[in-house]
Antibody, heavy 119, light 107 residues
């Protein structure tokens, strides 16, 4: 069974950074891309970027360049996203989602993690 | 970026009713279109990919159609568990973009 398990909720101060994790199981991590997505309360879903589990190659939404950095640890089948220089606009739920092999969508999602930026 | 426009913003349906949700892309996306259902506090679930292919495990009352810039999701025989917010998403160009969502409620 494919599973994506995300780390717990974060409360961080403005200007700080946070690293989110997405530990996977049930499939060959290095054969798939992983995407990260942002959803503010009651709002649309935004695609942040994706990373290939095989070699760590990345692609970013221009909007999130400089804000998000994606990495992987193949040895533990875990994807990470660093968010830097946090502001209130970064308060949101963040999802990791596996990119459907050859398809247009995301076939498995993590449960999401709430990041709250507040002093 | 490709803009995805969904309509209606919200709708309510009676048990057993058939409903449709529309999604308009700002340019042609060659059927690289996915549909998701999201329930409160949960992550989105893939329903349809390549505009009309049903994801494994999704009930057959869900169906997708369309081409070019216009796509639709049809839910036949509305059930209580179909309540939620539905999103379309294009996978034709980067960055991937989503529609604004359609909230479906049981009347």
């Amino acid at each position: 069974e494919v599973q994506l398990q995300q780390s717990g909720a974060e409360l961080v101060k403005p200007g700080a950074s946070v690293k989110l994790s997405c530990k996977t199981s049930g499939y060959t991590f290095s054969n798939y891309y992983m995407s990260w997505l942002k959803q503010m309360p009651g709002q649309n879903i935004e695609w942040i970027g994706n990373i290939y589990g095989g070699n760590g190659g990345t692609g970013y939404n221009q909007k999130f360049k400089g804000k998000a950095t994606l990495t992987v640890d193949k040895s533990s089948s875990t994807a990470y996203m660093d968010l830097s220089s946090l502001t209130s606009e970064d308060s949101a739920v963040y999802f990791c989602a596996r990119v459907d092999y050859g398809g247009p969508g995301f076939d498995y999602w993590g449960q999401g993690v709430m990041v709250t930026v507040s002093s | 970026d490709i803009q995805m426009t969904q309509s209606p913003h919200s709708l309510s349906a009676s048990l057993g009713e058939t409903v449709s949700i529309e999604c308009l892309a700002s340019e042609g996306i060659s059927n690289y279109l996915a549909w998701y259902q999201q329930k409160p506090g949960k992550s989105p679930q893939l329903l349809i990919y390549y505009a009309s292919s049903l994801q494994d495990g999704v009930p057959s009352r869900f169906s997708g159609s369309g081409s070019g810039t216009q796509y639709s999701l049809k839910i036949s025989n509305m059930q209580p568990e179909d309540e939620g917010v539905y999103y379309c998403q294009q996978g034709y160009k980067y960055p991937r973009t989503f529609g604004g969502g359609t909230k479906l409620e049981l009347k």
